[in-house]
Nanobody
């Protein structure tokens, strides 16, 4: 019925850039918040960035100034532009969407940053 489909992950050299996309497919309803979380090996899942329908954003301190989250409400799509990538950004990145009724998660996309 509803699924979040991420794309844009991959392998990049330190200092490089990637742009992640996540599209909500199906009749998801009104999405209050969309965001990105990440989980590195041996670590708990952590918030990277979130954005509301009204474009209010929140970022983890570790990515502020380097990552930019944006949203196309008409397409139920969220993006994460990642610049100046560091090896410590290596993780599986998960898309998240919160509606009035449900919370949804994508399957995750691997981002690997090499030195």
């Amino acid at each position: 019925q509803v699924q979040l489909v991420e794309s844009g992950g991959g392998l990049v050299q330190a200092g490089g850039s990637l742009r992640l996309s996540c599209a909500a497919l199906g009749s998801i309803g009104y999405i209050r918040v969309m965001g990105w979380y990440r989980q590195a090996p041996g670590k708990r899942r952590e918030l990277v960035a979130t954005i509301t329908t009204g474009a209010t954003t929140r970022y983890a301190d570790s990515v502020k100034g380097r990552f930019t989250i944006s949203r196309d409400n008409s397409k139920d799509t969220v993006y994460l532009q990642m610049n100046s990538l560091k090896p410590e950004d290596t993780a599986v990145y998960y898309c998240n969407a919160v509606t009035n009724w449900n919370e949804y998660w994508g399957q995750g996309t691997q981002v690997t940053v090499s030195s």
